[in-house]
Nanobody, 123 residues
Framework: QVQVVESGGGLVQPGGSLRLSCAAS?????MAWFRQGPGKEREFVAA????????VLADSVKGRFTISRENANHTMWLQMNSLTPEDTAIYYC???????????????????WGQGTQVTVSS
């Protein structure tokens, strides 16, 4: 069992930046960000493998978002730049406690989830 807590969301103007953090209470392997916009299904945003050597980003955020992690403190970050109103969503951190050689990009690849942090992009 592991607790997962996100932070860093808020209101930002179009073109602005935010940095989301995800803190896990214990060791994890794969870690990922998903988001769910108003009236939309939860979708994959970014994922990182256990040692940070492999990252995957959704096409919609490539070139704008960066995912990173620090295992010593069981922490992951999502740096979001050039934000648009389409990025408005609740952002969820998800972690996998089982080692896999690939980086999961679906909801079922992750065992534990945070409560989410709201990101609103609006002028």
């Amino acid at each position: 069992q592991v607790q997962v807590v996100e932070s860093g969301g808020g209101l930002v103007q179009p073109g602005g930046s935010l940095r989301l953090s995800c803190a896990a209470s214990g060791r994890t392997y794969g870690m990922a960000w998903f988001r769910q916009g108003p009236g939309k299904e939860r979708e994959f945003v970014a994922a990182i493998n256990w040692n940070g050597g492999i990252t995957v980003l959704a096409d919609s955020v490539k070139g704008r978002f960066t995912i990173s992690r620090e295992n010593a403190n069981h922490t992951m970050w999502l740096q979001m730049n050039s934000l648009t109103p389409e990025d408005t969503a609740i952002y969820y951190c998800a972690v996998d406690l089982t080692y896999t050689p690939v980086v999961g990009q679906t909801i079922r690849d992750y065992n534990f989830w945070g409560q989410g942090t709201q990101v609103t992009v609006s002028s």
